[in-house]
T-cell receptor, first 115, second 113 residues
């Protein structure tokens, strides 16, 4: 597997502000994803972070709310914009590793609380 | 799109007993089925997975079975220990080069010493 680090690990934010979460992988990976886990809930895919092009968003998620960058094969950012209390969740980046027999691994997570 | 149902939502077992968690999926094209364990405050960790060309896979006390015809798969944990207490998530993917997983809602397993 790989070491997948996220920053910040947690934050408390005021409504209406934005937070950018960073995800750093210690090796080059083709596929990176961003998931959301609301309190006590399952994992929901937000988007696929595509290197060198716009992210691919799942139904219910839009670029204006969750802009994503993927400047290279080891790094991505997710911004949660114009936050409301409903955005309070754990945000997880994830990568696939395995070259033909890929498995999905998760980053350390960012716990976001919006007041 | 894919829909994954997971049961039960909570499960309590005595230490040493077996635990079984079941999932069903809707998309017959799904061909990859991982299981994740998430301890409180930690990231989900991959514990075992199975692909559609295999009916069963074991790793020590953990096993996963897959029935493609019925579109369901199960996680079996034998000789449970208190450290097995966690939330377990099943997932399914068509694995079409992207491994965009659809997760079940999770099962909170409590192993009582």
């Amino acid at each position: 597997s790989a070491v997948i680090s996220q920053k910040p690990s947690r934050d408390i934010c005021q409504r209406g502000t934005s937070l950018t979460i960073q995800c750093q992988v210690d090796s080059q990976v083709t596929m990176m994803f961003w998931y959301r886990q609301q309190p006590g809930q399952s994992l929901t895919l937000i988007a696929t972070a595509n290197q060198g092009s716009e992210a691919t968003y799942e139904s219910g998620f839009v670029i204006d709310k969750f802009p994503i960058s993927r400047p290279n094969l080891t790094f991505s950012t997710l911004t949660v914009s114009n936050m409301s209390p409903e955005d309070s969740s754990i945000y997880l980046c994830s990568v696939t590793i395995g070259g033909g027999n890929e498995k999905l691994f998760f980053g350390s997570g960012t716990q976001l609380s919006v007041l | 799109g894919e829909n994954v149902e997971q049961h039960p939502s909570t499960l309590s077992v005595q230490e040493g007993d077996s635990a079984v968690i079941k999932c069903t999926y809707s998309d017959s094209a799904s061909n990859y089925f991982p299981w994740y364990k998430q301890e409180l405050g930690k990231r989900p960790q991959l514990i075992i997975d199975i692909r559609s060309n295999v009916g069963e896979k074991k790793d020590q006390r953990i096993a996963v079975t897959l029935n493609k015809t019925a579109k369901h798969f199960s996680l079996h944990i034998t000789e449970t220990q208190p450290e097995d207490s966690a939330v377990y998530f099943c997932a399914a993917s068509t694995g079409a080069g992207s491994y965009q997983l659809t997760f079940g809602k999770g099962t909170k397993l409590s192993v009582i010493p």
